[in-house]
């Protein structure tokens, strides 16, 4: 049966980006982040900062969603948001807006889980663009500032959990280790930079052991900050005078890390197809470093565009016209969940 067009607004108010998105089916028309330059100085995200900046954000960002894909506040067919899991306070920014929306221009009203969407952005159609995307059933590696899991991606609506951290996510081993060195908040994208000028194989650090396909990050923060506090010890310019080796080691050490694990889960479940979303898959050495493997190993790799990797309101928005195919509609006491 042929599906009517629809138009769709996006809105990912999770954590510390307001983002909002204009999709037709799944081809998107516009998608606006703004980021939050406030939590650089606190060295992680501060929640009532980050719920402020939303409401300040949410009504410009949207606006400017809508200019950008060129078409009238009328056109809107429904709204999804983001309803979790994230910052209660920040969810709660763009889950009001949305139900307001939607009852003010009377359309349905659409919840996204956050995880979902990041999984759903390998979806996101550009207009004009020649595009690859996995068919089903694929293996998704969803690694991001809050999560590390390993899904089993039957369908668009349908996944599976194998694997999970039981502590730390990916994103967070790079944030606390960047703390450590002193580098700013998010210190992810830093030590990416970095770490293409050093040696990776300079310093060793340990390797977590985990059952099954399950991730551990705490117990490689902690062994980082000892090492780095005894090197201070002899020479109080260590971490300036290593810096690219220090990031290049401990980049290939969290990136072999979760590709470990990503082939462990290829090999049992037989799936070849294996896709990157989340912030850390913007990681430039992480997608070398799979794509170089894969290649050697027969399997074909789908990375999200760098700009689609972290939040954004496009998979939101894409994720929501999936959920619109099949009149997954939510009421106005609908509420966000933080976990
Ligand atoms: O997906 P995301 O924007 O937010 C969450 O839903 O958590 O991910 C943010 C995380 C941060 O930990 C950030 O340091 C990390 O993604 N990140 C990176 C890179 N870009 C973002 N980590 C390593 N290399 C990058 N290039």
Do not use: W
């Not at 809105?11 to 998608?31: G, L, P, Q, R």
């Amino acid at each position: 049966m042929q599906h009517k067009d629809v138009i769709i607004l996006g809105i990912e108010t999770s954590c510390d980006d307001t983002s909002a998105a204009i999709c037709k089916n799944d081809t998107i028309f516009s998608c606006v982040i703004s980021g939050q330059e406030v939590h650089k100085i606190y060295g992680g995200v501060v929640p009532e900062l980050s719920s402020r900046a939303h409401q300040q954000n949410i009504v410009p960002v949207i606006d400017k969603a809508i200019k950008n894909a060129g078409i009238s506040i009328d056109d809107i067919d429904a709204v999804a948001f983001t309803r979790g899991p994230g910052l209660m306070g920040a969810l709660l920014v763009g889950c009001s807006f949305a139900k307001g929306f939607a009852l003010a221009k009377n359309i349905p009203l659409i919840e996204v889980d956050h995880l979902h969407a990041h999984v759903l952005a390998h979806f996101i159609k550009e207009q004009n663009e020649d595009q690859k995307f996995p068919s089903f059933p694929f293996l998704s590696l969803l690694v991001s500032g809050g999560n590390s899991q390993i899904i089993i991606v039957e369908d668009y609506l349908k996944m599976k959990i194998i694997g999970k951290t039981i502590d730390d996510a990916a994103g967070e081993a790079y944030d606390k280790c960047a703390k450590i060195m002193g580098l700013e908040y998010p210190g992810g994208p830093l030590i990416d930079q970095y770490a293409q000028h050093g040696n990776r194989f300079k310093f060793k650090f340990s390797k977590p052991k985990v059952a099954k396909f399950d991730y551990s990050f705490s117990g490689l923060k902690t062994s980082f900050l000892y090492f780095i506090r005894d090197r201070l010890k002899e020479d109080a310019q260590f971490i300036e005078n290593n810096l690219f080796d220090l990031c290049a080691s401990l980049q290939y050490t969290i990136n072999d890390t979760l590709i470990t694990k990503l082939l462990a889960a290829a090999k049992e479940t037989g799936i070849n197809q294996l896709a990157l979303s989340g912030g850390v898959s913007a990681n430039s050495g992480l997608r070398s470093q799979l794509t170089e493997i894969a290649e050697k190993f027969g399997y074909e790799t789908f990375f999200t565009k760098p700009k689609y990797a972290t939040d954004n309101a496009a998979m939101v928005a894409v994720a929501g016209y999936f959920k619109h195919k099949e009149k997954m509609f939510v009421g106005q006491d609908v509420v966000p969940y933080a976990s």
